[in-house]
């Protein structure tokens, strides 16, 4: 049964032989086979550094659902890059977890557990998708602070949103200090405007999307720089994003990609771009 979403505080020791009850809630769970291939091709990708260079090539798919299947594709993703690499997936209801023990191998694991991390080690990757958009907005960087604080040095903490199949994904980049970029991917053919990917924004920039902040400036400029390069939709969706990122890039906003990325509807800016307003 998922639960109502309570607010969110950092866990407290009753006494020293006792462990913390988990921090968070329980989701719905609502969870799709290859619903996260386009933020694993991006840790995969320009991402893949942090895991090569890892003395401890530990991950933790955070918050995974109902069913582990995005945590065991991550696990097979990431191996590819980093052979002796661990993936830990973390979901806060035990039922979860005592189904996905039968896929336990060398090298993946299932705990019970929340925000706290309940790993040995400090991950260098942290992926949690679908899981802080039931929280209020006022707890997304309490959250942020305490998974933060569990990174490894170099490591990435992904808050991450999107559809039921992974058509439009969202995620925010955040090291042990501060949040970095904010990256988008979207499936050609899915969309008519870029901005429609604004309804799969994580939390903290969700309810932002309105006249007067950054991210409705960002939506608003990829959709003028979308139907300006109308010309080139004769030749592909792709040739016609490649140019939106372009236009983006040569306006001076800080587009941290390249085409490499953009061919595969992609689009990453860093954090200052889109941060929300005080």
């Not at 993946?108 to 802080?132: C, I, Q, Y």
């Not at 109308?230 to 001076?252: E, I, V, Y």
Request: hydrophobic content about 40%; glycine content about 10%.
């Amino acid at each position: 049964m998922v639960q109502k979403a309570e607010r969110v505080a950092a866990p407290k020791m009753a006494g020293t032989n006792r462990t913390a009850k988990p921090v968070g809630n329980i989701t719905r769970g609502t969870t799709n086979p290859n619903r996260m291939r386009r933020v694993d091709r991006w840790l995969t990708g320009p991402q893949a550094r942090r895991l090569r260079m890892a003395e401890d090539p530990l991950v933790v798919d955070l918050g995974y659902g109902a069913t582990p299947a995005t945590a065991v594709e991550l696990f097979e993703r990431l191996r590819t890059i980093r052979p002796d690499v661990r993936v830990c997936g973390i979901e806060i209801e035990p039922e979860r977890v005592r189904a996905a023990k039968e896929l336990e191998e060398p090298g993946l694991s299932f705990l019970v557990g929340g925000f706290e991390l309940p790993v040995p080690g400090r991950p260098v990757l942290v992926r949690a998708f679908n899981v802080l958009r039931q929280y209020e907005e006022a707890d997304v960087e309490r959250i942020w602070r305490l998974v933060q604080g569990r990174l490894a040095p170099g490591g990435l903490f992904i808050d991450g949103t999107c559809d039921e199949i992974g058509r439009r994904v969202t995620w925010i980049a955040l090291d042990s200090e501060r949040p970095l970029s904010l990256s988008m991917s979207v499936r050609f053919g899915s969309f008519v405007l870029p901005s429609e990917v604004a309804e799969r924004l994580p939390k903290a920039l969700i309810h932002r999307n309105i006249p007067g902040e950054r991210i409705h400036g960002l939506m608003a400029a990829m959709d003028r720089a979308w139907l300006e390069s109308a010309p080139l939709a004769s030749f592909g969706n792709r040739q016609r994003w490649h140019a939106m990122c372009k236009t983006l890039l040569d306006g001076g906003w800080p587009v941290q990609d390249g085409p490499s990325r953009w061919r595969l509807g992609e689009l990453t800016v860093g954090w200052e771009a889109v941060a929300p307003g005080v």
